[in-house]
């Protein structure tokens, strides 16, 4: 996970700097500006980002050895990337993501992302005159782009692009744009339920171990320290279990992987995330927080989040603070389970369903990704400059799940559906029966904030208050919304920023 900020037309140097500062954050380690004709591209990166050690300052934005006319800003991660590279002759060593995406631009031009489906990214190319900029499907990374006085201006966050224009907005995910901003979508999710479905259980269950274990295999080196976001919730459990099998062929026996849990008080994570850390072994910490905790890091949340969405900017608190303890503890790189719910309809609220609306309403979590879970996926992670990686956000899972009948995603279990049973049946070998058939909790819920927070602000925003400014700003939908709004709008305006903002379906 880095940084970037391009601009093309007419570029000032201390409008780019002014942008590229915003992002330090994000890459600390590494960053450059290179300048040529009618671009200035603007990268920096985390040492996790690199893959190896880098010689010379002037290799960011990264180039193709022997072509300094063709340069990249990057965030992303390609599954099963060392195959993929040595099939298209790119040595391993440090920018090995970059060099091979500048190799596929070069032998595919615009169609080069009809080779990126195990991947996620948010890219720019430019050799001076031309840009070319693309978005994952999903939008797991972040990007949003504007205008002003003739240039076209890009980066990974709002807060950049707010240093110089009033002109923002998010960069589509599924889409690719040149120099005039013109946008081309290359890829949508599906509109219905693929017409050939898996049909044998136990092969499924195979079938879904073997990528899950292959996707964290082919994404995490342990070349930096590496730790695992447990919450005793099956996703982060079942990536906490590989995570530290894979540590354990790696360093020897005797090796654990660390792990840390976040809750207030004694909350069904931190008893859940240690039952988990017993059974895998792992080198567990806790941090017990309090309401007041949480109320003083808000204002720097949802700064970094760029969100006022009540569920999101609670969930976020927690990461924001595990991440940063975490960091403290000298982790560079975290493995979260975020992801599972939306491959295998993991959210309670699915249950209410009928059999044929379920795989619309799944393409709709999916849909929710771009500008709400996967904001917190990369802010409250990058704001400490920690690098996270989610193992089950791959292509090769996303398309095998998309082909499992619905009966196994909500099994019906006499009036009930088990959520993500599939999923668990999987797993269920591996890991301790209170944490394979745990009942699905948000993060905000199992961490004990889904019920403080917004209690907090019933107590010191009045009923006037709330409808006077739905009058004016009819998306804030609660008492604690308003309250993340007016932080929000503090830092970014009440303008076209706000446009950006995706808001779950319930407070």
């Not at 200035?40 to 880098?54: C, E, P, T, V």
């Not at 195979?206 to 990528?211: A, K, M, Q």
């Not at 894979?246 to 994570?269: H, Q």
């Not at 924001?320 to 993991?346: I, M, T």
Request: net charge negative; glycine share 8%; hydrophobic share 40%.
């Amino acid at each position: 996970m880095s940084g970037l900020v391009v601009a093309c037309g007419d570029p000032k140097r201390e409008d780019l700097q002014r942008m590229f500062v915003k992002i330090g954050h994000r890459g600390p380690y590494a960053s450059g500006i290179w300048e040529n004709k009618r671009v200035m591209m603007a990268q920096n990166y985390l040492r996790a980002d690199i893959g190896g050690d880098y010689a010379q300052p002037d290799q960011v934005p990264a180039g193709k050895a022997g072509d300094g006319e063709l340069r990249i800003c990057y965030d992303g991660q390609i599954g099963k990337r060392p195959q993929f590279a040595r099939a298209e002759g790119i040595q391993g060593g440090p920018f090995e993501e970059e060099r091979l995406l500048l190799s596929l631009y070069e032998r595919y031009g615009s169609s080069m992302v009809a080779n990126l489906d195990d991947a996620v990214f948010a890219f720019v190319i430019s050799n001076g005159e031309e840009i070319f900029a693309a978005r994952d499907l999903l939008g797991i990374k972040t990007l949003f782009f504007g205008r002003k006085d003739n240039t076209l201006y890009l980066a990974s966050e709002l807060k950049s692009l707010t240093e110089v224009t009033d002109d923002i907005h998010e960069f589509p995910p599924g889409h690719t744009m040149d120099r005039t901003g013109r946008m081309t979508r290359f890829a949508e999710l599906p509109r219905t339920q693929a017409a050939a479905v898996h049909t044998d259980l136990g092969e499924m269950i195979e079938h879904i171990r073997d990528i899950i274990q292959e996707s964290i295999r082919s994404r995490v080196d342990f070349m930096v320290p590496t730790a695992g976001l447990l919450s005793g919730g099956m996703d982060s459990s079942v990536i906490s279990y590989l995570a530290s099998q894979l540590c354990k062929e790696k360093f020897g026996g005797d090796a654990r992987l660390k792990t840390f849990a976040i809750g207030v008080g004694e909350s069904s994570d931190i008893q859940n995330a240690r039952i988990c850390s017993r059974h895998i072994g792992s080198d567990h910490r806790e941090l017990i927080v309090d309401l007041d905790e949480v109320l003083e890091v808000l204002p720097q949340v949802i700064y970094y989040l760029e969100s006022f969405d009540p569920s999101l900017v609670r969930s976020a608190a927690s990461n924001f603070l595990v991440s940063r303890y975490a960091k403290q503890h000298g982790c560079e790189v975290l493995l979260s389970g975020e992801g599972g719910d939306e491959l295998f309809c993991g959210y309670l609220y699915l249950k209410d369903c009928a059999p044929e609306e379920l795989f619309s309403r799944q393409m709709e979590c999916l849909g929710f990704l771009h500008n709400n879970a996967s904001l917190r996926l990369d802010r409250m992670n990058q704001c400490h400059s920690v690098r996270v990686v989610a193992p089950l956000i791959s292509g090769e899972l996303f398309q095998y799940a998309l082909a499992i009948p619905q009966e196994y995603k909500q099994k019906p279990e006499g009036d009930e559906k088990i959520e993500k049973w599939i999923f668990r049946k999987a797993f269920e070998p591996f890991l301790p029966d209170a944490i394979t058939w745990r009942l699905k909790q948000e993060f905000s819920q199992g961490s004990g904030l889904a019920s403080l927070l917004p209690a907090h602000f019933e107590t010191i925003i009045s009923d006037e208050e709330l409808a006077e400014a739905q009058s004016t700003y009819p998306m804030v939908r609660s008492k604690e919304e308003l309250s993340y709004f007016r932080l929000f709008t503090e830092h970014f305006g009440a303008g076209k920023a706000v446009q950006t903002v995706g808001q779950w379906i319930s407070v």
